[in-house]
């Protein structure tokens, strides 16, 4: 201090600390701190901060990440649950149809086939959403709209699809769709309830497009069909209109 005049009135500056029978103040060690200069003992950083030696005081963690009571540098602060970065940060949310249930700098996990997950920066697989019966998604899928029909299953009018359209052949659900109009465009939405294709249709592909019809001169009883070699050719010399269900829509050709 000013105007000392005896050795006694030396103390340890900031970021040091007088040991036990020392006669000269040693620096702080990495994840310890001392604010203003005295003969008291350093203290030591809480979670959540870190600190070189000789630091006069601890530095926060970067923003989403975490570290132990005591921690020395920046790296000890690792990425909490749900998000994913080196250690050290800097720390980005998991991405929707992704989680992260771990702390540390592994990479967000994917939400499975079959699921679809809205939310950024989840913690777990249980946040992930099954798909509607009868459709599926990809891996890592963000929106039920990624939840497409089945092979041999088209949409549904739903109440959460306001856009959807019934394809000719199918039926709104009551009260599901004010205004329908079934000589509308049919453009079908996605991510709603699946049903079965009818007999006399079939759809080999995943999507939300129509169930198609067997060709003229063949027939199908069969339901959810999802290839055209479930159509059966009509009896020689006889012919039936497309989407025919049955033998006795076949005809004699006169």
Known sequence: RAGSKVASDCVCAMGYEMKDYATSCSACVPGYFKLNPGDWPCE????????????HECTTCPQHSDALQGSGLVTDCICNLGYSGLDGGPCTPCPAGTYKGVNGSISCSLCGIGKYLNVSAA??????????????SHSGSAVTQDCLCDPGFTCVCDTRFSSCVCDLGFVAIPGSLPGFNESASPTMGVGGSCSMC???????????SACVNCAAGKYSRAVGGTSADICISCPKNSLAPSGSIGLDDCQCIV
């Open 44 to 55: 030591q950083c809480s979670a959540g901060a870190y600190s070189p030696a000789a630091a």
């Open 123 to 136: 913690i777990s697989e249980k946040q992930c959403i099954q798909c509607p019966g009868n459709s599926t």
């Open 198 to 208: 009818p007999a006399g249709k079939f759809k080999s592909f995943h999507g939300s």
